[in-house]
């Protein structure tokens, strides 16, 4: 009775016309806070997307960044990098609010230390993995097309076993990139039991 | 004080026999056909990286050479040489947890690949008892096969394969 009451009461002086402040400081009031708001939460999600924020924790620094450090999308001859979130994040921005959702959990895991020493991490790094080969299996490896474009591979400059396996697996829609391409940025973790792209028995997609 | 430059004095005495040595077998060394890197840093005209340099002066890095990846068979000298890998292996993982070389070349997975499988031999264990998978003994894939470079020698090799010894070589050999 109590609770409902109270309720009421809110919802009356809600409903109630303002009295002290104009109609235009109202709305103009309403739209400079929306402006500052919206901003400032846009602003502190791009700061989360950046590298420098993955790996000011020591679980993402010391582990995958290191062994980031040693691939080709890392280091290469042209220069352009791929940083954590160029893979990790969707561009999109529903995708990239969804994905920050599901991100809180990794709080959760920073806070009660699921991954702060090297062993803990090693024993779950094939549920992390799974993790996301699953998420570029369903999006058909939306983050690597970021960059690789299907259309504009000119396979007459790959080798001749790059060019035929593209051919086979990639143009006929069979396969998507992490089927073949796992651990080009970090280490695998124990794959027994997981075949390769051009061995899987379930590749039909 | 008398004692100091006594003591400087021998020690230049003794220093003198000592550079002499070094000269003459500076010399030595370029007039034998063994080949050794002269003062020069350069063995048959090619510039030496790790000769003898003065240990103050820094020397730069020598550039890396490139890897050849044309997916082309080099022939074997002998027939038990371990054949060469005619592509890129950058980052490929072999450890407890994967080795990225049998993803290929594993009986199970040369369908898909279309990599020649490996040879049998790798199959056996020690003691020649044969195995259903991959002998641990063999597992470590680049203790044994290697990709190679554009890298010239530094040092002739004069080795000649049997056909060449036993003297019936035929057209298409090195």
């Known amino acids: 009775m109590t609770i409902r009451d109270a309720v009421l009461c809110l919802w009356r002086l809600f409903a109630l016309p303002s009295v002290h402040f104009s109609l235009g400081f109202l709305t103009l009031g309403g739209f400079i806070a929306g402006v500052v708001f919206w901003g400032g939460f846009n602003t502190a999600l791009e700061a989360t997307n950046k590298e420098a924020f993955c790996i000011s924790c020591h679980e993402m620094r010391d582990n995958p960044y290191e062994e980031l450090k040693q691939t080709i999308h890392f280091t290469n001859r042209s220069g352009v990098r791929a940083s954590c979130p160029d893979c990790h994040v969707p561009h999109q921005w529903t995708d990239k609010i969804a994905r920050k959702m599901q991100a809180s959990k990794e709080v959760w895991g920073k806070i009660f230390g699921t991954i702060d020493t090297r062993e803990k991490f090693l024993d779950k790094r094939r549920e992390l993995a799974e993790h996301e080969w699953a998420r570029l299996k369903s999006n058909n490896s939306l983050e690597c097309r970021n960059c690789h474009s299907a259309d504009s591979m000119d396979i007459t400059k790959q080798n001749p076993r790059a060019a035929k396996m593209h051919e086979t697996y990639l143009f006929t829609g069979q396969n998507t990139c992490i089927d073949c391409h796992k651990g080009i940025a970090h280490h695998l973790p124990d794959m027994q039991g997981i075949e390769p792209g051009w061995s899987m028995k379930t590749s039909q997609k | 004080m008398k004692t100091r430059f006594l003591i400087a004095a021998l020690a230049l005495l003794a220093g003198i026999p000592a ?138 090799n004069s080795f000649q394969d049997f056909d060449s010894v036993l003297g019936h070589a035929q057209g298409g050999q090195k």
């Open chain 2, 19 to 156: 550079m002499t040595i070094g000269v003459t077998s500076g010399v030595v060394a370029a007039d034998k056909p063994v080949v050794i890197a002269d003062a020069t840093g350069t063995v048959g005209g090619i510039k030496v990286p790790s000769a003898n340099h003065p240990i103050t002066t820094d020397v730069p890095a020598e550039a890396t050479h490139r890897e050849i990846t044309d997916d082309q068979k080099r022939v074997r000298n002998y027939a038990d040489q371990p054949p060469l890998i005619p592509h890129a292996i950058r980052d490929y993982q072999i450890d407890l947890n994967i080795n990225k070389c049998l993803t290929c070349h594993d009986r199970r997975n040369t369908a898909g690949s279309q990599a020649p499988m490996l040879s049998v031999t790798h199959f056996q264990d020690r003691d020649g008892q044969t195995l259903g998978t991959v002998a641990a003994r063999r597992y470590f894939c680049t203790q044994c096969h290697v990709p190679q470079t554009d890298a010239q020698p530094i040092v002739p």
